[in-house]
Every structure is written in structure tokens, then in C-alpha cells.
């Protein structure tokens, strides 16, 4: 390991985090700020790294506290902490004296992942770790899901579901309503179906609006949202339902269980996936 500024501890880990923000203000002008956004500054600068040819050997100490930084993003935004390897851990499976632990049983290695992205370049993109190990958006993590598929599917779900719980809450139902990513990846806005359709005519209208802009090879990914149900053991249950679709992936649909309380607050259960003929996407 190469000289270090801090010992190497789970207390000293946020000082690395610190230094890395400190260097990438003065050197690339940017203000990180701990938020799963900051991740792609991070990725840019090892991508940059791993184009010109650098070598781990020659950025040791950086790799370490850029995991760091890594690592304090899952720390402030998805609960988890800092602790020491083991040293058979460090040896034979991490190959890093720090980790992350989330829940009783995940354990999360940022400091590996950041030099895997300055030796293997874009195939592992920080930001998809974050969100992979996260999973922010609650989504049953699919196997057979393409890696950008799974990516769009998430940012999609994290856009819309805290929209539509919104809205559920404020007025027991909300009328079906979509988003889709553009082939540059940017989320277009709400497009909110019509008030006095049925669910089914509003569904059809947000399908109609998403082919179109399909077939003009404007968009690879999409989402429906909807208020209906999900059929448990012969008895239909309320749920949130989202299709997604992608031009890369196979069609997922989405049930989200809630419940309503007699004190007028929502539980939701964990989201169900499972496969559906695609609208926006045939053929895949």
C-alpha cells in the first residue's frame, strides 16, 4: 500500500472522503457533495485515467481515497458503515483493508470497485455500483436483466414511485401517468393522462404518445404508472403498478402492495417484478 495521508481506519475513512473533495475543487473546479450525482465526477476522473493508459501503481493512494469518497456516498445516503476487513477478507476476497457494511449480511467494497474502474474502464460505471448495491428504487435486482436496462429501470422508478405514493396519499388514487429517457439519457417530464378517461383509455393514450416517439428513435427506455392491483392467493390487493419497457431489455412490470390505515396513512409492501409482452418496445 502506498504512503497515506490518515491511518487506515473506518474513523479516518470520511477525512480520505474530505481530501478528495479538497483536490477535485482545485483541480477540476467541481464541489462534490456526498449526493449518489457526485459519483459521476468521480467516474469521469478514473475514466479519463483509464483512457490516458495510468497505471494502479502510479495512483495508489487516490484510488484509495476516491474509494473512500465512494464509500462515504453509500455511508450518507444509503445507511451503510464503515469497518475493517478481515484479514482473510483482505487477502482472498476483497483485496482492500476497509468495506462497507449494509444490513447484517452485504458487505460493499467501494475501494475495489474504483480501482476495477480504473483498470477495466466503463464496464464498471460508479455510479450503476451505487445504485445496484443500493437499489435506491427497491426493484427486485433481475439476473437477466441487461446492466443499462437495469440502470434506466431504476432511474425511472426512482423518479416516479415517490411521485405516485405522493399522490396516492393526498387523494386515494391518481390518474395513470408516465416518463420515459431519451437515447441521451435524459428523464422526460410527467406526461399525466387525462382526468375524466377510464384507467384503461388513459393507459391506452400514454402507450400511444410513447410508440410514437419510439418509432422516431427519440427514446430507449419507459414507464407507465397506475392505480390497480395485484392478485394474492385469489384475492386482489391494491397496488401500484409500473410498466417498463427498453429498447435493450425485456418489458417488466412492477406491483407495489399498499394498504390504507384507518388513521389515514399508507403501508407499502416490497415490489413484485415479473415479465409482460411489450407496448412501446414489440419485439424484444
Wanted: proline share 6%; charged share 30%; glycine share 10%.
Amino acid at each position: 500500500m502506498a504512503e497515506l495521508k490518515h491511518d487506515i481506519t473506518p474513523g479516518n475513512a470520511p477525512r480520505f472522503a474530505a481530501d478528495v473533495v479538497a483536490l477535485v475543487e482545485e483541480f477540476e473546479g467541481v464541489t462534490l457533495d456526498y449526493s449518489v450525482e457526485s459519483l459521476e465526477v468521480i467516474d469521469r476522473i478514473l475514466g479519463r485515467f483509464h483512457e490516458e493508459g495510468v497505471e494502479f501503481e502510479e495512483v495508489e493512494a487516490t484510488c484509495f481515497s476516491f474509494g473512500c469518497y465512494v464509500g462515504e456516498v453509500f455511508v450518507r445516503n444509503a445507511g451503510a458503515t464503515w469497518r475493517m476487513a478481515g484479514r482473510q477478507e483482505e487477502e482472498e476476497v476483497f483485496g482492500a483493508p476497509l468495506v462497507l457494511q449494509m444490513g447484517p449480511d452485504r458487505t460493499v467494497n467501494p475501494i475495489g470497485k474504483v480501482i476495477k474502474r480504473l483498470e477495466s474502464g466503463e464496464e464498471d460505471n460508479l455510479p450503476y455500483f451505487y445504485r445496484k448495491l443500493a437499489r435506491r428504487s427497491g426493484m427486485p435486482h433481475d439476473p437477466e436483466l441487461p446492466e443499462e436496462a437495469e440502470r434506466d429501470y431504476d432511474a425511472l422508478l426512482e423518479r416516479m414511485m415517490p411521485l405516485v405514493e405522493k399522490w396516492l396519499e393526498q387523494r386515494d388514487g391518481f390518474t395513470p401517468c408516465g416518463a420515459s429517457i431519451t437515447t441521451d439519457g435524459e428523464i422526460v417530464g410527467q406526461m399525466v393522462g387525462a382526468f375524466d378517461m377510464t384507467t384503461e383509455s388513459a393507459v391506452r393514450m400514454l402507450f400511444t404518445g410513447l410508440q410514437t416517439r419510439a418509432r422516431a428513435g427519440e427514446i430507449r427506455a419507459t414507464c407507465v404508472c397506475f392505480d390497480g392491483g395485484l392478485d394474492e392467493d385469489g384475492e386482489v390487493v391494491p397496488a401500484i403498478v409500473v410498466l417498463l419497457e427498453h429498447v435493450r431489455g425485456p418489458a417488466t412490470i412492477i406491483h407495489r402492495p399498499y394498504r390504507k390505515n384507518p388513521d389515514g396513512t399508507y403501508d407499502y409492501a416490497r415490489m413484485e417484478a415479473q415479465r409482460f409482452e411489450p407496448e412501446v418496445f414489440p419485439g424484444l
